[in-house]
Nanobody, 125 residues
Framework: HVQLEESGGGSVQAGGSLRLSCTAS??????MGWFRQAPGKEHEGVAV????????KYVDSVKDRFTISGDGTKNTVHLQMDNLRPDDTAMYYC?????????????????????WGRGTQVTVS
């Protein structure tokens, strides 16, 4: 099974920044991304990118504030979160081996079975 290690969560005031990191035990290029869930809210895809290169995708609410990127490896991504808002407060889960469409675009869905990290808490006040 694939293991994912997440780090970078914490507490920050509104307008501040956090940087999340995730490394998966996968030795191949794949779609990796971040999902989040807060109490009373649905599980939500935040951002996804192909570790072999390509254009990241984001949920509308984080566009222009969050940046997902690889680091040149096959199995590591970072999520730079700037201008954080209280409604960004959630448990953030890293996912690896996310689905791709017929064109090869990474999808912010879990219709197939990706591998999940245990989550890292982000709290914005």
């Amino acid at each position: 099974h694939v293991q994912l290690e997440e780090s970078g969560g914490g507490s920050v005031q509104a307008g501040g920044s956090l940087r999340l990191s995730c490394t998966a035990s996968i030795d191949t290029y794949n779609c990796m991304g971040w999902f989040r869930q807060a109490p009373g809210k649905e599980h939500e895809g935040v951002a996804v990118v192909y570790t072999g290169g390509g254009t990241p995708k984001y949920v509308d609410s984080v566009k222009d504030r969050f940046t997902i990127s690889g680091d040149g490896t096959k199995n590591t991504v970072h999520l730079q979160m700037d201008n954080l808002r209280p409604d960004d407060t959630a448990m953030y889960y890293c996912a690896a081996d996310l689905s791709r469409n017929w064109r090869g675009d990474c999808l912010l869905t879990t219709s197939t079975n990706p591998s999940w990290g245990r989550g890292t808490q982000v709290t914005v006040s």
